[in-house]
């Protein structure tokens, strides 16, 4: 099977997990996806119609391949892992955007891509308070909780058809 972008590739001999190279990307000015679930793979889409260069981390078989179909190099791995980022060039990368919803690992990964790039923008969704509380003291720029998205989203929707009331 065909891979594209960084992978994680076997040194020699049979397929071994143990045994293998994580080869980084080429990108820079490119946005980083970390996570191509159901609210990756929507950026991830739109940032692809736009031409944008994105590179996707993921773990998931389904997400690895919904990425690569839609146009982007993909890294298997956990975003947590110091290396994953390294060879995901966040040093050089102009937006991180931390789409998965575990936020130790969200946490670990804006952390690390904070050190690794003071310039960075970096988006990140949470689903609690203290997850946004977290993320933004480990240098997120933007912390979205879905929940008070959704409920201003609506309000503005009620307040536009009822004259502000």
Known sequence: RLRRGP?????SGPPDDT??????TSLSGHDVLIGYGRVGSLIGQALAKRGMKILVIETSDDGVEKARQDGAEVIVGNAADSEIL????VASARRLFVTIPEPFEAGQAVQQARSANPKLDILARAHSNAAVDHLNKLGA???VLGESEIADRMLERAQGKNGGS
Do not use: E, I, K, Y
């Open 7 to 11: 992978v994680r590739q076997s040194d």
């Open 19 to 24: 045994a293998v190279t994580l080869q980084p």
């Open 86 to 89: 390294t060879a995901a060039n």
């Open 141 to 143: 720029n933007l912390v």
